[in-house]
């Protein structure tokens, strides 16, 4: 636990529909029990996130959640907008040049800028000092999409190739001396107990690797609770393959074993191929997430820490 909760920068990655928001969010929330002063950067989030933030509405600006938890919607065009202001340090300048409708239109055809900024924006955070130490003790960014997230998470690297010199590079620099230390960044990829989610995570991995950025563990969330349901479930599938007929009220179970069974295939393929600890966090009742679903989310992933008593 202290592993993860002493990063500085932590990436949360994974396909869409995974639950990388809701991850982000619960491992904002934990750091932030813990006493840790934590900034939790959404890329772009619909607003129906607000519901899991008790009264505070996602918003451009970072706000203060819950003690110690800040959080803050990254919406591109504002980050582009803050990364030129940090550029020419000067506002009235600053509102001549993104006040042209000019200059707009050609920004929103920069290929890479917007993310360029959003990640830009997460990592300053998590670079800037305040008072001799640390703005925040954890900035956790939420990425987006897997293919998308990948090439925002490349980006430093692909500036400081291909930019021969100037402030662009040379933020691009220290992005790249931060996620590089293992020490400092990690990257927690999200993905849920089916075949393809399964797949893309393994790849998601590997092209991680690649960057050179660190995977020490990952989050399976979503996970059926029909666990302690197995050996019946068992019963049922034996019933099947004897050729017994089943009654009509027991189709639905025959398909939870199928399901179940997916389930544990596509688990044991993904710990045969990528070797790290897997974080188990379960489906909820109904699919509703709230405040009370974060906390509830927080003690199963603190569970995962620790050591389960021998019988």
Known sequence: MDDLLGKRFVVVAGKGGVGRTTVSLVIGKLAALRGKRVLVCLANAPPRYSDLLEETVLDAKIQEAVGGL???NLDPKVCEEEYGLMILHNRILHRL???SRIVRTFLDAVPGLAEWAMLGKATYHALKTSDGGPEYDMVV???PAT???LDVLALPRAIVSAVPGGRMREEAELRVALMGDASQC???????PEEIPVNETIELVAALGRLGLAVRRMVVNMMSSRADADELLGHIAGLAEE???RPSWLV???????ARQMEKDSLARLAKTVCVPQIELPALPGGWLHEG????LVRAFEAAFTPKQRA
């Open 243 to 245: 050729g017994v007929t």
């Open 186 to 192: 990690e990257v927690v990829p999200v993905t849920i």
């Open 141 to 143: 960014f939420d990425s």
């Open 147 to 149: 293919g998308h997230g």
């Open 252 to 258: 639905p179970a025959a398909a939870a074993v199928r």
């Open 97 to 99: 040049v993104f006040g």
């Open 70 to 72: 800040h959080v803050v």
């Open 293 to 296: 679903s974060i906390l509830t």
